[in-house]
């Protein structure tokens, strides 16, 4: 199994930045991608970036060209640079891996963490 823990969320204006992390503990050694997800209020839960043991990265549209996605140097933890934040990322933002069992490919969660981006 994969533990996963999240920090850095918090209220910032828009136009600001936070800097999400998520550190992943168990079996990091079966980990094949990390990512990040968010729930706005009465939205469905969507990826948001997404980085493979690889190194293939990819972003959903609305974020592109403002957030960054990347691995720490010891690969067990991922980092969400949010820049230029809009009132529209504001929501719940979850760390996600997806790592490898005797059961096949399974997902862990993190508890999420609020990021609000309000004047």
């Known amino acids: 199994q994969v533990q996963l823990v999240e920090s850095g969320g918090g209220l910032v204006q828009p136009g600001g930045s936070l800097r999400l992390s998520c550190v992943a503990s168990g079996s990091i050694f079966a980990i094949n991608a990390l990512g990040w997800y968010r729930q706005a209020p009465g939205k469905q839960r969507e990826l948001v970036a997404g980085?493979?043991?690889?190194?293939?990265?990819n972003y959903t549209d609305s974020v592109k060209d403002r957030f960054t996605i990347s691995r720490g140097n010891a690969k067990n933890t991922v980092y969400l640079q949010m820049n230029s934040l809009k009132p529209e990322d504001t929501a719940v933002y979850y760390c996600?891996?997806?790592?490898?069992?005797?059961?096949?490919?399974?997902?862990?969660w993190g508890q999420g963490t609020q990021v609000t981006v309000s004047s």
């Open positions: 980085i493979t043991t690889t190194g293939n990265i």
């Open positions: 996600n891996a997806k790592f490898l069992s005797i059961s096949g490919i399974q997902t862990s």
